[in-house]
């Protein structure tokens, strides 16, 4: 009882901080490391990093499919179901989009996963889903959960910090549209697996139900209209776009 009272994870604990510092730490570390290796080297890295990323989190799926606690757990959103399990929310989107923008240099993506890669990863982390709060962290669903998370967080970093790519002002405005459609579109794919039952309760970019997030909680009684209620959430990207590229123009090194 002891050894699982410390292990114990809730947002800002000491837990949570160590953890979240060891990858921030990882970050720092890699990226004064990479400092003066090739591009190409720097890509590698990135892409690799993503692709642990990626194979962790389908091993960590698998054992989230096997957790019996978790489906009593989250039965009020149906348990565990694969079709509302599949890398379609914000976190998994940038954790399979960064390396493929990073290997074709491709600008809009970076951008997209720059942005959208890090704020998303850590609203997550600070306002985990039912289930992966107030638990040891050496259970499987919850190393899983944390682990691609704060990977995703400094990996959407990593692609300013590794000289790959630099925000500019121009890129803000399609970055908010890309968002704004990219959400509309997974809103719908909620839509076709809950009229078609395959996922019941499927929520993708929680657009359909806020599910306890207190941040859209608020914007939910504002607009008690599915989806509608996630437009003004997203249009608070711009103003964290904006200050994160100001600060990153004046005082970031050009990416290569």
Same mark, same amino acid.
């Given at each position: 009882? &002891?050894?699982?009272?410390?292990?114990?994870?809730?947002?800002?604990?000491?837990?949570?901080?160590?953890?979240? !510092?060891?990858? *921030?730490?990882?970050?720092?570390?890699?990226?004064?490391?990479?400092?003066?290796?090739?591009?190409?080297?720097?890509?590698?890295?990135?892409?690799?990093?993503?692709?642990?990323? *990626?194979?962790?989190?389908?091993?960590?799926? +698998?054992?989230?499919?096997?957790?019996?606690?978790?489906?009593?757990?989250?039965?009020?959103?149906?348990?565990?179901?694969?079709?509302?399990?599949?890398?379609?929310?914000?976190?998994?989107?940038?954790?399979?989009?960064?390396?493929?923008?990073?290997?074709?240099?491709?600008?809009?993506?970076?951008?997209?996963?720059?942005?959208?890669? &890090?704020? !998303?990863?850590? %609203?997550?982390?600070?306002?985990?889903?039912?289930?992966?709060?107030?638990?040891?962290?050496?259970?499987?669903?919850?190393?899983?959960?944390?682990?691609?998370?704060? %990977?995703?967080?400094?990996?959407?970093?990593?692609?300013?910090?590794?000289?790959?790519?630099?925000?500019?002002?121009?890129? *803000?405005? @399609?970055?908010?549209?890309?968002?704004?459609?990219?959400?509309?579109?997974?809103?719908?794919?909620? %839509?076709?697996?809950?009229?078609?039952?395959?996922?019941?309760?499927?929520? +993708?970019?929680?657009?359909?139900?806020?599910?306890?997030?207190?941040?859209?909680?608020?914007?939910?009684?504002?607009?008690?209209?599915?989806?509608?209620?996630?437009?003004?959430?997203?249009?608070?990207?711009?103003?964290? %776009?904006? *200050?994160?590229?100001?600060?990153?123009?004046?005082? !970031? @090194?050009?990416?290569?």
């Amino acid at each position: 009882m &002891q050894t699982e009272s410390f292990w114990v994870l809730r947002p800002f604990n000491p837990v949570f901080l160590c953890s979240f !510092g060891l990858f *921030i730490v990882l970050l720092i570390v890699s990226s004064l490391i990479l400092r003066n290796k090739s591009e190409k080297t720097r890509r590698i890295v990135l892409c690799s990093a993503c692709v642990v990323t *990626i194979v962790v989190f389908f091993i960590y799926k +698998y054992m989230l499919s096997l957790d019996t606690d978790y489906r009593v757990i989250n039965a009020a959103m149906g348990g565990f179901n694969w079709w509302t399990e599949l890398p379609l929310n914000l976190c998994n989107i940038n954790m399979i989009l960064i390396p493929i923008a990073v290997w074709k240099r491709n600008r809009s993506l970076m951008s997209f996963s720059f942005f959208l890669g &890090q704020l !998303g990863a850590l %609203m997550a982390l600070l306002m985990p889903s039912t289930g992966f709060s107030g638990y040891s962290l050496l259970l499987p669903r919850m190393l899983g959960f944390f682990f691609t998370h704060y %990977m995703v967080f400094i990996e959407s970093i990593a692609l300013a910090a590794y000289g790959l790519y630099k925000p500019t002002y121009k890129d *803000i405005p @399609k970055t908010l549209l890309t968002a704004v459609v990219v959400s509309f579109v997974i809103f719908v794919i909620n %839509m076709i697996l809950r009229k078609t039952g395959l996922g019941p309760k499927a929520n +993708y970019f929680f657009s359909v139900e806020t599910e306890g997030n207190p941040v859209l909680e608020i914007f939910h009684k504002i607009i008690p209209v599915p989806y509608l209620f996630l437009l003004p959430a997203l249009l608070v990207l711009g103003p964290f %776009m904006f *200050i994160e590229t100001f600060f990153i123009t004046k005082f !970031g @090194k050009k990416a290569s």
